[in-house]
Structure formats: structure tokens, C-alpha cells
């Protein structure tokens, strides 16, 4: 695809449909039905629904979509932004009052929802005076038969194309706004990521700009034919049906994928553990890609090993998301997050990753104080991370600012940094390190299993002796000088993050 | 039922068979992520030929309680 042709969404079904044409662009199951949709199918359907809506509403209109990954969640998405309009994807899993919250605060118009949320449309029309209309993605073949298709309009690059909130643990989530540009860079800023021989297997959730970005607009750059999964219950069934070349997951489905792996080679000791893993992921896997959180160098390599390319990258929602990608020649393993993107500038300040790119947002949504935290006046991207940039233009993470711990000598302590040097061992289940009366401090929850077959003094003699290898690989002033266990698990948040801010309950052994 | 499930729990976890109660929970006795639980529940559809509703797994939190789930499945 040239790319100098695609300034805005519009320009990018665009030229999609005018270069793939009746190649299939979507899989989706309609129970044990595969149904396809070649990407001229998607140009005409989402034509369609922006004629529907300038039909309907000569000025500007916010539409929110919500639902698992569909082929309606699609046409809402694009034929709001193909028209110029703005789209508000939301987290399926949030609360109705939640969305209704959200739903207000976006100033939504057009409500585009998957049939499992009929049930809340009651409390939309009561609560959400601006939405003036609702639509049912089971509505929809039907409102695009009726539709007159629009000429999509030359969208300019600065217009808004989606307000996306964050899943903030604490406080208000906040709407990021990307405009039409800040999509099509991110999607274009690499080159060669794939062909239009590639099939991904799209398992994360939609409304997340990973996923969005990086299954859904890089497939219809590169022509890839996209499968959507119908449940994470069924990974390793749709791997094997749509036998994908790529696919984009996070740690913790890499780490249970391994664990399958590592089952089935056991019980086949003499089949070569690269063959079982190619089985286990459909038989013609080369790429996994991994975001989302820390992914462990110990995994990477193994997947490595198993003759995958496992490509780590690191972004946010408001950089539309991507910072930094994986070097597939770089084999190396070395804990990084991927090699700085081009287009993208990145600068270290108090030990703080800062980005500069046209990727970047616009602002968050009617909050100018949020705004003016996240960007500075001269246009740079706080991302509240701590880390640095190596020789190779490779980022390394070490923590997240805010829970960056400074000791009454000033020295100041990345607690994620000591505690990712656990992972690995696996007689513990989690790690927490904090200052406690200035003093370093892991307090460690022994993985259940080390709790019944290890004895008390052994379970303390094997704690002692990985902190005290993990202090030699830091300077003095990081080690761990105090260590606790405890027996009961650590409070955590909704995503199974250790809640930081919560009171100790381990017993002191060191 | 039971044995199915602990044959497929350790596939996901380093545990020892015997270990395994209907009482054992599976994040916090077994070790699970969230991921390794609904997965096994797809290892079981596929076994048991059955279908998991994903709105109902939310009240699975012991062995126990995915024992009586899956047989109320297959009872239907």
C-alpha cells in the first residue's frame, strides 16, 4: 500500500479495498459457521453506515460501540470514523452504570452495542439524554441493505477519530483523543511487518488500541486475512481451525500456552518440543507478539528456542499505541521492550520515558488538567514510566514513576526492577517490594506448592539465598535489606495486579 | 468428573494429584492465572462436549464447584 496516500482512516479502507479487493479480510464463527468478508465487502458495508448516519444527522456525531470483536463492531467503528465522526469504543467488561457514566462523558449520539446488551438499553434511554439512538449489531445487515453508501469524505488527518478511555485503577478513567493521524502513523511508521500471505488470529480485546492498532489496522495495510476468536476459552481450538502465521497476546496466555506445551511434550517424550509447540499453535505460527505487561526474558527465550519469533513491543493507549517494537533479527532476549519505532523520539528526564511522535494524542477529553500533566507545552508524552534507551535504540523498562521509592538518602528505587528479578523462581507466587522505615524491603507469598512440600527453614534458607544473588547484580544502595513471608495471598486489583498500598502482613525473616 | 479435572490441572500446575481437593481453590491453593483456568474450561468443552457459558465461570472458584458446573452441563 502506498502510504502516502493514506492520511485518515477513510483513506485507509480506502485503499484497502481498492489493493486487496475480494481478498478475505475477516473470519468470524457464527457458532461452528466460519463466515468471510472480503476487504471490498467491508469498503461497501462501512459506506454504508456512514451514509446511514449523514443521512440522518447532518453534524458531527459521537458513536460508542461495545461488544467482543465482531464484524458489527467493525462497520460501527469505521463507518463513524471513514465519515469524519468520532467513535468511542468501550470496554465490554465494564459495569451498565459504568458505561452509562462514560457514555455521558463522551457526549455519545449513536449507541452501537452486540445483542448481549439489550438488556441495559432501558437504563441507556434513561440515563444518557444525549444518546438519540441505539442500534443492535443484529440491527445492522438490515439498516446497511436499507442504506444509500457515501462516498467517504477527505478526511483531514487532525480530526478526532476516537475518544478511547484508559482502564485507570485509581481515579476517573480519562478519553484519550486520537485523531485520524495518530492511527494511520502508528499503523504505517514500520515497513515489511507482513504480507498479504499472513493470516492473524485476533484474541485480545477489540476496544484495546494493542489490538486495535495492531491486528485491525496493520491487516487491512498489509492485506492480512484477520480471524476473530470467539472466546478465550477457545485458543488452541481456532488456532488449529484458522492455523494463523501471527498473533498478538499478552504474558499471561504465553505463559499458559507454554505450560500446554511443556504438558504435551512430557507425555510425547520423543517428539522434539518445536514440533509439539508448532502443533499446539495450528502448524504454520512464525510470529507471536507480545504487549500489554512484563513479559518474562526467561519465556521469550524459551519460545524463542521452540523457533518462534516472540516479539516484545511497549506503547499506551495515548501514543495510538506503539513506542517501540521488536527487531525479529534480534534474538538476543536481553529484557528489552522492542527497538524505538520510526517517526518517534524518545528522551529520558528524571529517568522518565518521554515521547515525541506523531502518534501522539491530541489531549484527554474535556480535562485540560489531566492534559496539561501528560504533555508538556512543547508537545512531549509523559508516560510515567522509568527506564532508558540502550546503543541500539532498544528501550528498557525499570518501573513506573509513581511508585518509584526514594530512601531518606535520596536514592531512589525502582521497586518493579528488584521484584522482576524473582520471576523465574518458582517456589514464589508474588513479590512485593516497598520502603518500609527506609529500608528496602521484599515481602514474597511462596507459591502454594513450596508451602507444602518445602519446610519452614527450607522455604526461608532458599528465600534468603535468592535475595542475596539477586543484591549482588545491584548497587548497595538498591539491596534488599529486609525480607518478609507471608502466608496469606497479596490483596489485588480486578486485572490481578498486587494492589501496592496495603498493609504488611509477613512475618520478618531476614 | 473429578479425576478429569485434576488430570488436567496438572497440566497447568506443578501439583501433586493426591493434593487436590474439591476444596482446593484454584488461584490462591493451585497456583492458576486467570488465563490457565478459562483455558482448562476450553479443554473440558472439548472433552466433555459440552458448553461453558463465560457469564456463569465468574462463580467458579474451587474444584468442587467446577465439579458440580460440569456435571449439571452434562446432565443437560
Known amino acids: ?510 | 468428573m473429578l479425576e478429569k479435572i485434576k488430570e488436567l490441572i496438572c497440566n497447568y500446575v506443578e501439583v501433586n494429584p493426591e493434593d487436590i481437593t474439591e476444596n482446593s481453590r484454584f488461584i490462591e491453593d493451585l497456583g492458576f492465572n486467570s488465563y490457565d483456568f478459562i483455558s482448562m474450561l476450553g479443554d473440558l468443552e472439548t472433552e466433555l462436549g459440552v458448553t461453558v457459558d463465560e457469564n456463569e465461570i465468574m462463580e467458579i472458584h474451587t474444584v468442587g464447584e467446577a465439579v458440580k458446573y460440569l456435571n449439571k452441563l452434562k446432565e443437560n
Request: proline residues 5%; glycine residues 6%.
Open chain 1, 1 to 510: 500500500m502506498d502510504k502516502n496516500k493514506v492520511r485518515s482512516i477513510a483513506d485507509l479502507v480506502r485503499e484497502s479495498a481498492k489493493e486487496y479487493g475480494d481478498k478475505v479480510f475477516l473470519k468470524e464463527l457464527a457458532g461452528s459457521e466460519v463466515i468471510e468478508r472480503s476487504f471490498n465487502d467491508f469498503y461497501g458495508d462501512v459506506r454504508r453506515f456512514a451514509g446511514y448516519v449523514f443521512k440522518k444527522y447532518p453534524d458531527d456525531v459521537h458513536t460508542a460501540v461495545i461488544g467482543p470483536s465482531s464484524y458489527g463492531w467493525l462497520v460501527s467503528w469505521f463507518g463513524t470514523v471513514g465519515g469524519g465522526n468520532t467513535a468511542v469504543p468501550l470496554d465490554a467488561l465494564l459495569s451498565p452504570q459504568d458505561i452509562c457514566e462514560l457514555l455521558v462523558r463522551s457526549d455519545t449520539d449513536i449507541f452501537c452495542y452486540d445483542p448481549r446488551y439489550e438488556k441495559m438499553i432501558p437504563a441507556v434511554k434513561a440515563n444518557c439524554p444525549n444518546v438519540k439512538e441505539c442500534i443492535s449489531f443484529a440491527e445492522l445487515p438490515g439498516l446497511l441493505e436499507s442504506a444509500e453508501p457515501a462516498e467517504l469524505p477527505d478526511v483531514p488527518a487532525d480530526r478526532l477519530a476516537a475518544i478511547v478511555y484508559t482502564s485507570g485503577t485509581t481515579g476517573k478513567s480519562k478519553g484519550v483523543m486520537l485523531l485520524n493521524g495518530n492511527y494511520i502513523d502508528n499503523a504505517m511508521c514500520q515497513d515489511n511487518e507482513a504480507t498479504s500471505d499472513d493470516v492473524m488470529l485476533s484474541v485480545l480485546p477489540i476496544h484495546h488500541i494493542y489490538c486495535f492498532t495492531c491486528d485491525v489496522l496493520i491487516s487491512l495495510r498489509y492485506g492480512i486475512t484477520l480471524c476473530f476468536n470467539d472466546s478465550l476459552m477457545h485458543i488452541p481450538q481456532n488456532l488449529k481451525r484458522f492455523a494463523p502465521t501471527a498473533i498478538l497476546i499478552v504474558p499471561m496466555i504465553a505463559e499458559t500456552m507454554y505450560k500446554q506445551i511443556k504438558a504435551a511434550a512430557a507425555q510425547n517424550p520423543n517428539v522434539p518440543i518445536a514440533a509439539i509447540a508448532q502443533n499446539v499453535f495450528g502448524g504454520r505460527l512464525k510470529t507471536i507478539y507480545s504487549g500489554g505487561a512484563y513479559l518474562r526474558p526467561e519465556l521469550q527465550k524459551a519460545y524463542m528456542d521452540m523457533g518462534f519469533i516472540m516479539a516484545q513491543g511497549y506503547g499506551m493507549t495515548e501514543c495510538a499505541p506503539r513506542i517501540s517494537t521488536a527487531d525479529p533479527n534480534d534474538k538476543s532476549c536481553a529484557g528489552d521492550v522492542g527497538v524505538i519505532v520510526n517517526g518517534c523520539t524518545v528522551k529520558i528526564e528524571d529517568g522518565e520515558i518521554l515521547v515525541k511522535s506523531p502518534s501522539v494524542m491530541a489531549g484527554y477529553y474535556k480535562d485540560e488538567a489531566a492534559t496539561a500533566e501528560a504533555l508538556t507545552p512543547d508537545g512531549w508524552l509523559r508516560t510515567g514510566d522509568l527506564g532508558y534507551v540502550d546503543e541500539k535504540n532498544r528501550i528498557f523498562i525499570t518501573g513506573r514513576k509513581k511508585n518509584l521509592i526514594i530512601l531518606s538518602n535520596g536514592e531512589n528505587v525502582s521497586p518493579e526492577e528488584l521484584e522482576n528479578k524473582f520471576a523465574g523462581l518458582d517456589f514464589i507466587a508474588d513479590v512485593l517490594v516497598y520502603s518500609e522505615d527506609s529500608v528496602i524491603t521484599a515481602e514474597i507469598f511462596p507459591a502454594p506448592e513450596a508451602m507444602k512440600n518445602m519446610s519452614e527453614s527450607e522455604l526461608e534458607a532458599a528465600l534468603r539465598e535468592a535475595v542475596d544473588a539477586i543484591n549482588k547484580t545491584v548497587i548497595p544502595a538498591k539491596a534488599i535489606r529486609r525480607l518478609r513471608i507471608r502466608d496469606v495471598e497479596f490483596e489485588k486489583t480486578t486485572s490481578k495486579k498486587i494492589k501496592r498500598s496495603q498493609p504488611v502482613k509477613g512475618r520478618q525473616i531476614q
